[in-house]
């Protein structure tokens, strides 16, 4: 059975930064790409970043500079670090695997506010 457990989100200050996890089971994680996606109630899932198998990376140009995605194969988990967060950056995060987008974990909440 395929798992994807997010965990790591919170409630931060702007210019703060989280680091949020991904641990992954049921499939074999290092032959697949891992994404990050966002989603603000009333809005469209928006995609923040993809890792690939081969290591190359993909940021949406909203958190270029500020986040970066990262990997642990033999801890089949997924990372994203989230500096300097803004309060547009309030959303549920949710790892997927790419390019399938087969399976979601259950999100985990990002507020970024004073």
């Known amino acids: 059975q395929v798992q994807l457990v997010e965990s790591g989100g919170g409630l931060v200050q702007p210019g703060g930064s989280l680091r949020l996890s991904c641990a992954a089971s049921?499939?074999?994680?290092?032959?697949?790409?891992m994404s990050w996606y966002r989603q603000v109630p009333g809005k469209e899932r928006e995609l923040v970043a993809t890792i690939r198998s081969d290591g190359s990376r993909y940021y949406a140009d909203s958190v270029k500079g500020r986040f970066t995605i990262s990997r642990d194969n033999p801890k089949k988990t997924v990372y994203l670090q989230m500096n300097n967060l803004k309060p547009e950056d309030t959303a549920v995060y949710y790892c997927?695997?790419?390019?399938?987008?087969?399976?979601w974990g259950q999100g985990t909440q990002v507020t970024v506010s004073s």
């Open positions: 049921g499939f074999t994680f290092s032959s697949d790409g």
């Open positions: 997927t695997d790419y390019p399938r987008n087969a399976y």
